[in-house]
C-alpha cells in the first residue's frame, strides 16, 4: 500500500513556556484556536493525497494540545483520519474528567503525559505548572475514562536534582502503573534564559547524566519493563506490543506527514518544515495557499545515515540491506572486538554495553 502511514498534527498553544523549552510553541491565544484548527483541516486536505488510504498512527504533539481549547481538539480529533494509535500529548493540570471522556469518545487510545518529576522543588526549576498530585489525578481521570494505554515523560539531570530524587521519581512513576515510560536527560539549548540562570548546576549535572541513565535502565528493566529505544521503556504485557508506534516509525525511517506550525514532512527523500509563524501559517491557508515551508533533498547516503543513527537506538537488529556504505568497516571492526556491536551476515545490533554508549558508538560505524 502507497501512502506515508504516519501523521503528526502540532498544536502549539501552550499555558507557560518552560525555560527548558525549544520547541515551536505559542502562550496563550486562545482567540486563534479556531482558526488554527481550520488551517490545520485545511492542509490536511491539501496534502491529503500523500497519505495512505489507512493509517498506522496519529499523533497530537506541542506544545500542549490539550491546552487547546476543548471543542476545537475534538473537532480536529473528528476530522482526522483514523488510525490503529491515535496518541494526544497533554500536560497534567489540563486533564480533567471531561476532557479524559472526550479524548476517548474522539477516539483517543494512548495519552503522554508530561510529568517530568514528582519533586515539588525541581518541577519549580523547570518552571512546570504541574505539581505530583496533578500528575497522579491525571492518571486516575485517564484510567477511569478507559485509557489502558498511558505514557508518562520523566526528566533527569535537572539543577539540583540528586541520585536519590532520581531513585523516587522512577518510584513514583512505577507507582502509577503507566504501560510506558520516556525518560529523557535534560537538554537547555546554549544562550537560553534557563542556561543563563544554571548554568553553573547544568554543568556539574552533565558529569552525572551517565550514572542516571544506568539508574534509569537498571531500575525500569527490574521492574519489568522493555528497554527498546534508548530512552523508551514499555510494559511486556501478554499479547500487547505497547512500544510508541508512531515513535517506531520516525526510527524506522518511515514516510511521515506533519500538518501546523513548525511541522516535519519527510515523503519521498524530501524534507519539509513548516514556518513557526503562526499569523503566516493562518494566513495563507484562509488563502488557499500552502504554507511557508523550507525545503531540503535527501540522497540515498543521507536516508541510509540516518537510517543507522535512529535504527541503532533501538533493541531490536538494524537490517544492513541498503545501508552498508554508511557504514566504516574499520570502525565497525573496532567496536565488534570491543564488545559493544554485535553482527551478523545482514543485521547490526548494538549489546548492552553499547547501547549505554550510544551515540559514541554509532559515530564510530558510520563512514
Not at 27 to 41: M, P, S
Not at 44 to 67: I, K, N, S
Not at 352 to 365: I, K, M, N, S, W
Request: with cysteine; net charge negative.
Amino acid at each position: 500500500m502507497s501512502g506515508a502511514r504516519h501523521l503528526y498534527v502540532h498544536m502549539p498553544f501552550c499555558a507557560h513556556r518552560c525555560g527548558y523549552c525549544d520547541f515551536v510553541t505559542v502562550v496563550g491565544r486562545e482567540g486563534q484556536h479556531r482558526a488554527y484548527v481550520d488551517a490545520l483541516l485545511r492542509e490536511l486536505e491539501q496534502d491529503r493525497h500523500v497519505l495512505a488510504p489507512a493509517l498506522d498512527t496519529v499523533f497530537l504533539g506541542g506544545g500542549t494540545p490539550t491546552f487547546t481549547a476543548l471543542p476545537e481538539l475534538v473537532r480536529l480529533l473528528d476530522a482526522l483520519p483514523g488510525a490503529e494509535e491515535v496518541t494526544v500529548e497533554a500536560n497534567p493540570e489540563t486533564v480533567t474528567a471531561v476532557l479524559a471522556r472526550a479524548l476517548r469518545a474522539a477516539g483517543v487510545t494512548r495519552v503522554s503525559l508530561g510529568a517530568q518529576s514528582f519533586r515539588p522543588e525541581l518541577l519549580q526549576v523547570l518552571e512546570r505548572v504541574a505539581g505530583p498530585d496533578d500528575v497522579r489525578r491525571a492518571m486516575h481521570h485517564l484510567r477511569d475514562a478507559g485509557f489502558d494505554n498511558i505514557s508518562l515523560d520523566l526528566i533527569y539531570g535537572i539543577p539540583g536534582q540528586s541520585p536519590a530524587d532520581l531513585e523516587a521519581d522512577l518510584g513514583d512513576a512505577l507507582a502509577l502503573e503507566p504501560e510506558h515510560l520516556s525518560c529523557y536527560e535534560l537538554e537547555a539549548k546554549p544562550g537560553t534564559r534557563f542556561t543563563h540562570a544554571w548554568g553553573e548546576e547544568l554543568a556539574r549535572q552533565a558529569d552525572a547524566l551517565e550514572d542516571y541513565f544506568e539508574r534509569v535502565v537498571a531500575r525500569l528493566t527490574g521492574d519489568g519493563y522493555r528497554w527498546y529505544e534508548t530512552a523508551n521503556f514499555c510494559r511486556t504485557d501478554a499479547g500487547r506490543d505497547l512500544r510508541s508506534r508512531h515513535n517506531l516509525g520516525y526510527w524506522l525511517s518511515h514516510d511521515y506527514l506533519g500538518l501546523g506550525i513548525g511541522a516535519v514532512t519527510t515523503i519521498d527523500s524530501v524534507r519539509r518544515r513548516n514556518t513557526p509563524r503562526l499569523g503566516g501559517y493562518i494566513e495563507a491557508l484562509a488563502h488557499g495557499r500552502a504554507p511557508e515551508r523550507e525545503l531540503e533533498p535527501l540522497d540515498e547516503g543521507v536516508r541510509a545515515r540516518e537510517r543507522v543513527m535512529l535504527g541503532l537506538r533501538l533493541d531490536e537488529p538494524l537490517q544492513l540491506a541498503g545501508v552498508r556504505d554508511a557504514l566504516d568497516a574499520a570502525g565497525l571492526a573496532r567496536v565488534e572486538r570491543l564488545g559493544l556491536v554485535a553482527r551478523s551476515a545482514d543485521a547490526l545490533t548494538l549489546t548492552e554495553r553499547g547501547r549505554f554508549l550510544g551515540d559514541a558508538v554509532t559515530v564510530e560505524v558510520l563512514a
